[in-house]
């Protein structure tokens, strides 16, 4: 099976916004979720996504994975223009290109950990490349526990599940919203080493919004929004970089 985006080609945009707009509701009452953002998030990079609440970080994530839609601009995945897309092949793109981990990690009570993981392949009427699955299992910890339902597993082993199940398909791009916000700092470690390890040994594309400075520095860039805007990033953080960057963008009260 080959990767849509080769592991060494780092500098390529796997996923971009041009100049991305989003309001919600009309004239006095409006909102510009995204106020004119434009960037490429690297192929083969851990990128993370920092800003206050309200700030527009799961907007920026929802329109590039072509779960909302832009008022303007371009959102762009592997070079494909979302907005020329119609309903169909979205749905195609978003199963076939995206990952996606949740904060709530979204894992089907009924189904085992296995079942959780092949599902969306399933679904796509596609089956794993075997060798694949034993390399993404092996690199989430989970060979014993793939009978195991969700109820039968700690928060951070549910999660390292939902991971697995974002890579199994090889996307493009994962995109990973407060992945660890639900978890304690053991788990949320496991979790975050494993997102790293993916990016590094398998070249995959995560982008990742979050709240914590601690996970944000697990990633190789850390872009800063602040209404809507894009008005900082950081390239190889480290959490005293980040925390300074958040305090100095944080408007001083008094
Ligand atoms: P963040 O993820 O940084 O907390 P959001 O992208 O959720 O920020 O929100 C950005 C802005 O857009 C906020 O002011 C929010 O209230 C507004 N917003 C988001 N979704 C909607 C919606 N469905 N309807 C109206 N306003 C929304």
Known sequence: MTTTVPADDVRAGAASARNLVKTYGEGETEVRALDGVTIDLHAGQFTAVMGPSGSGKSTLMHCLAALDTPTS?????DGVELSGLKDKALTALRRE?????????NLIPTLTAEENIVLPLA???????????????????LRDRLTHRPSEMSGGQQQRVACARALVSRPSVVFAD????????????EVLG???????EFGQTIVMVTHDPVAAAYTDRVVFLADGKIVEELSEPTRDSILDTM????PQVG
């Open 73 to 77: 601009g371009e959102a762009i995945i």
């Open 178 to 189: 407060e992945p660890t916000g639900n978890l304690d700092s053991t788990s949320s470690a």
């Open 97 to 105: 290109r995206i990952g996606f981990v949740f904060q709530s990690f």
């Open 194 to 200: 494993f997102l790293r390890r993916s990016v590094d």
């Open 247 to 250: 305090a100095r963008l944080t």
């Open 123 to 141: 679904l796509a009427g596609r089956r794993p490349d075997p060798d694949w699955f034993d390399r993404v299992i092996d690199a989430v910890g």
